[in-house]
């Protein structure tokens, strides 16, 4: 229970200094939708972009807002024959992401499920580093359906929630990041893991589009 007031509280700061802070909070209908009848959590269009108020929080409950980020979508690459949209963010020049869509799956260029909306408490991309017979890490993503909005820069949002877990056994360590995504807008709010003084970073989106 503490811990589920503990994320509302942190949902809640964050829509509030999102306001505060951003830029016009609007919603965006430029981005092409898809056919009626079908369902995409990551709309994927050369172009189709989203833009994220940065705000820091450390351990101690403060919040700090860093500025604004994107992220594109600059063009398509082919690997291993299949198609996959290329991601790219404006603050990170080293950050390039693949995906494409796979009988429902959002699929990352590793052939990784990276997101999958219709199984309630469903894990996915589950992978384990052993050496010398020890786990040196477990990471995996388990997706949850919400019955509650989620909140955002832009507003609030039917969501499901892709709850990231990376576990530590020989530092008896287990961190947890959070992404939430709506039907054809894509992440709406990121909350990244805690560094090694529990300290997050989390993006809240402003705004989506698709760049003329």
């Given at each position: 229970?503490?811990?589920?007031?503990?994320?509302?509280?942190?949902?809640?700061?964050?829509?509030?200094?999102?306001?505060n802070?951003?830029?016009?909070?609007?919603e965006?209908k430029?981005?092409?939708?898809?056919?009626?009848g079908?369902?995409?959590?990551s709309?994927?269009?050369?172009?189709?972009?989203?833009?994220?108020d940065?705000?820091?929080?450390?351990?101690?409950?403060?919040?700090t807002?860093?500025?604004?980020?994107?992220?594109?979508?600059?063009?398509?690459?082919?690997?291993?024959?299949?198609?996959?949209?290329?991601?790219?963010?404006?603050?990170?020049?080293?950050f390039?992401?693949?995906?494409?869509?796979?009988?429902?799956?959002?699929?990352?260029?590793?052939?990784?499920?990276?997101?999958y909306?219709?199984?309630?408490?469903?894990?996915?991309?589950?992978?384990?580093v052993?050496t010398?017979?020890?786990?040196?890490?477990?990471?995996?993503?388990?997706?949850?359906?919400?019955?509650?909005?989620?909140?955002?820069?832009?507003?609030?949002?039917?969501?499901?929630?892709?709850?990231?877990?990376?576990?530590?056994?020989?530092?008896?360590?287990?961190?947890?990041?959070?992404?939430f995504?709506?039907?054809?807008?894509g992440?709406?709010?990121?909350?990244s893991?805690?560094?090694?003084?529990?300290?997050?970073?989390?993006?809240s989106?402003?705004?989506?589009?698709?760049?003329?």
């Amino acid at each position: 229970m503490k811990f589920k007031k503990s994320i509302i509280l942190l949902f809640a700061s964050i829509l509030i200094i999102g306001i505060n802070y951003s830029c016009e909070k609007q919603e965006d209908k430029s981005i092409d939708k898809i056919l009626e009848g079908e369902v995409s959590y990551s709309p994927k269009e050369v172009g189709n972009y989203w833009i994220y108020d940065i705000i820091a929080m450390d351990n101690n409950g403060n919040y700090t807002y860093l500025g604004l980020d994107s992220t594109y979508i600059i063009g398509t690459t082919e690997i291993n024959e299949n198609t996959y949209y290329e991601y790219r963010s404006a603050s990170n020049s080293n950050f390039t992401q693949y995906l494409r869509d796979s009988a429902a799956y959002l699929v990352d260029e590793k052939g990784e499920r990276f997101f999958y909306h219709k199984n309630d408490a469903d894990t996915i991309e589950d992978n384990i580093v052993i050496t010398s017979g020890d786990t040196i890490s477990h990471t995996y993503r388990i997706i949850y359906h919400l019955e509650d909005d989620v909140k955002c820069s832009a507003g609030s949002f039917p969501a499901i929630e892709a709850r990231n877990i990376r576990q530590l056994p020989l530092l008896n360590r287990s961190d947890i990041g959070y992404d939430f995504y709506t039907i054809d807008i894509g992440i709406i709010l990121r909350i990244s893991m805690p560094d090694n003084n529990g300290n997050r970073v989390a993006y809240s989106l402003v705004r989506w589009g698709k760049a003329d």
